[in-house]
């Protein structure tokens, strides 16, 4: 595997990120994962820009768009696959250990690993632990993610590929990785950015493309929906076939579909949309 380190491609043996980076030692870093079809990548530029948002709210420099976008295609080169995932982290830099960031250099890695193509439906479980929507990182993307680990790791141990975050208000925000949109009455309906949830690229191109609502939603909405879906970069669009105990027979229920359908053909006829 060939990845972008220190402003070159390089192979993994030979690449060097030092063990006091503060991404590392803290935490304080921000990072994209973005799909890549076929040696093409999707919604590059709204991923940049969310990268760019995220540093800012870390107080980081603003990222070289260009650099990652050459990088991003020299990674893509250097490794065919048909399904890959770009991971693009950005990071506080070298800092002596205890301090704060100081004036260091930012550090870059630009990686790829393959995926495999969703399945059309899932399992998730909720959690007992909240998302705070008022705490200092929302809505960033942010290295810190030992959180999603533990809640995805309980979703893993009942069987499930997710777990649906609370608000500390009790209403419903996200997932450890992707963002939620239950069906009532035939409308679709998501999470406002206000609950606390990532602004996912997904969540938006389906909003758009589906005219879905941002509704602030209770979390007992779960066990009344008729149909239930996640978005993420990685899954697009999949059905929720059961929520804890319940079952949602029959998922990808109609409006499900065709919320799967519309972004598949949306997101094939432009690789790069814009909002
Ligand atoms: N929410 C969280 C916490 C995430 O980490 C992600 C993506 O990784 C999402 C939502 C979905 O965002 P996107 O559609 O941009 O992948």
């Not at 899932?122 to 705490?135: D, H, M, Q, Y």
């Not at 804890?244 to 499900?256: F, I, K, Q, S, Y």
Request: one cysteine or more.
């Amino acid at each position: 595997m060939k990845l972008w380190v220190d402003g070159a491609l390089r192979d993994e043996a030979d690449a060097r990120f030092s063990v006091l980076d503060h991404g590392l030692t803290v935490g304080d870093g921000v990072f994209e994962t973005v799909k890549a079809v076929r040696g093409e990548t999707f919604a590059l530029t709204l991923h940049l820009e969310r990268l760019t948002r995220s540093a800012r709210g870390l107080g980081l420099p603003d990222p070289d768009h260009d650099e990652i976008r050459r990088a991003c295609a020299a990674v893509l080169e250097a490794n065919p696959m048909e399904l890959g995932r770009l991971r693009i982290t950005y990071t506080g830099g070298v800092s002596p250990l205890g301090s704060e960031r100081g004036d260091a250099r930012p550090g870059l890695v630009v990686a790829l690993g393959a995926t495999g193509r969703r399945p059309d439906s899932t399992a998730v479980i909720t959690v007992p632990w909240t998302r705070n929507e008022r705490g200092a990182l929302v809505g960033l993307k942010t290295t810190s993610y030992a959180e999603n680990v533990v809640a995805l790791a309980r979703a893993r141990a009942a069987g499930a590929s997710e777990a649906l975050f609370p608000n500390t208000r009790d209403r419903l925000c996200e997932g450890t990785g992707s963002n939620v949109f239950v069906v009532l009455d035939g409308r679709i309906h998501t999470p406002p950015v206000s609950s606390g949830c990532l602004a996912g690229i997904t969540r938006a191109l389906a909003v758009e493309w589906t005219g879905a609502e941002e509704t602030d939603l209770p979390m007992d909405v779960l066990e009344q929906a008729d149909e239930i879906f996640l978005t993420s970069t990685l899954r697009d669009v999949q059905a929720v076939h059961r929520v804890d105990g319940r079952e949602l027979p029959g998922a990808p229920g109609p409006v499900t579909a065709k919320a799967m359908r519309v972004f598949e053909e949306r997101a094939a006829a432009d690789a790069d949309p814009r909002l």
